[in-house]
């Protein structure tokens, strides 16, 4: 899978926003992301770990190194993205 095909997936941004700060478990990460389902979520980091964007650490999962730069790499689309909402 192409790495902007994985990004336009449903939950992916959220799980990579959900990570910046640090690792964190499934159920934590189901907590942030209320909507998500169980089955969605556990597709979403298979993928996420199977493109080197996340790492498993303690029975958790954490940005890779290319997930931090990957995050990195996308703050200038934030800044758009702020500016056109408001205008």
């Known amino acids: 899978m192409a790495l902007f095909d994985l990004l336009g997936r449903r939950w992916t941004l959220r799980l990579l926003w ?8 499934f159920r934590a ?23 080197g964007v996340i790492e ?19 703050a200038p689309l934030q800044k758009w993205a702020d500016r056109w909402a408001a205008r």
């Open 56 to 74: 498993p650490m303690d029975g958790a999962v954490l940005l890779s190194r290319e997930g931090k730069a990957l995050l990195k790499a996308l």
């Open 29 to 51: 990460l189901q907590e942030r992301c209320d909507e998500v389902s169980p089955t969605s979520l556990s597709q979403r980091l298979k993928e996420l770990r199977a493109a």
């Open 18 to 25: 959900e990570l910046r700060e640090g690792p964190l478990g």
